[in-house]
């Protein structure tokens, strides 16, 4: 069956970094999406990597090992308006999105 | 300008009621999504609507129905509600339905069913 495994919670504190794991299994791929979503608000993408590689953006990176299956997103300096769940999703062969549950981050003063 | 909006933000409701929740875009995207998101914060899939075509995922009940009174508008309709209804329904849009097709969720609508 199709499956992503991500963390359900993880802390850091601010200032920090932090590395949030993400591991797949599609029938195919497409992709890999990172969301951010605040309590009580709608996700909003955050990355998509289809290449092995990091990409870059500002203090988040997202790394992707297809071979794997994994991937990561990276945050650096964090802040307090970092707490949020960030979720996973894998897009299929049929380009169909396969979601995780969502890793959701505290950041400690 | 709200890209993707969604109507009523909240609502709450007896079991076996019927109701629904409207959805528009203002992004010019072609595709637009239900998706549910339930206590353990699960994404589902539950409609897709792209150029007339709807596509429906299999494990949603029959007593839910999508429908497009007009272009960028994506209203779902839940008939019989049942307690395991209560979720946090989300529309989305995207431009295209491959590859990096970025979706952009509305506010979502929490629904509570008594």
């Known amino acids: 069956g199709q499956n992503i495994d991500q963390p359900t919670e993880m802390t850091a504190t601010e200032g920090a970094i932090v590395q949030i794991n993400c591991t797949y299994q599609t029938s195919g791929f497409n992709g890999l999406f990172w969301y951010q979503q605040h309590a009580g608000e709608a996700p909003t993408f955050l990355s998509y990597n289809v290449l092995d590689g990091l990409e870059e953006k500002g203090r988040f990176s997202s790394f992707l090992s297809r071979s794997k299956g994994y991937s990561y997103l990276l945050l650096k300096e964090l802040q307090m308006k970092d707490s949020a769940s960030y979720l996973c999703a894998a897009m299929d062969s049929n380009y169909q999105l396969i979601w995780g549950a969502g890793t959701k981050l505290i950041i400690k003063p | 300008d709200t890209a993707v909006s969604q109507t009523p933000k909240y609502l709450v409701t007896q079991m076996g009621n019927d109701k629904s929740i409207k959805c528009e875009q203002n992004l010019g995207h072609d595709t637009m999504y239900w998706y549910k998101q339930d206590s353990k914060k699960f994404l589902k899939i539950m409609f897709s609507?792209?150029?007339?075509?709807?596509?429906i995922n299999e494990t949603v009940p029959n007593r839910f129905s999508p429908t497009s009174p007009a272009k960028a508008h994506f209203n779902l309709h839940i008939k019989s509600l049942e307690l395991g209804d209560s979720a946090v329904y989300f529309c989305?849009?995207?431009?295209?339905?491959?590859?990096?097709?970025?979706?952009?969720f509305g506010a979502g609508s929490r629904l509570t069913v008594l």
């Open positions: 609507y792209n150029n007339k075509e709807l596509i």
């Open positions: 989305a849009s995207s431009q295209g339905t491959g590859g990096a097709n970025v979706l952009t």
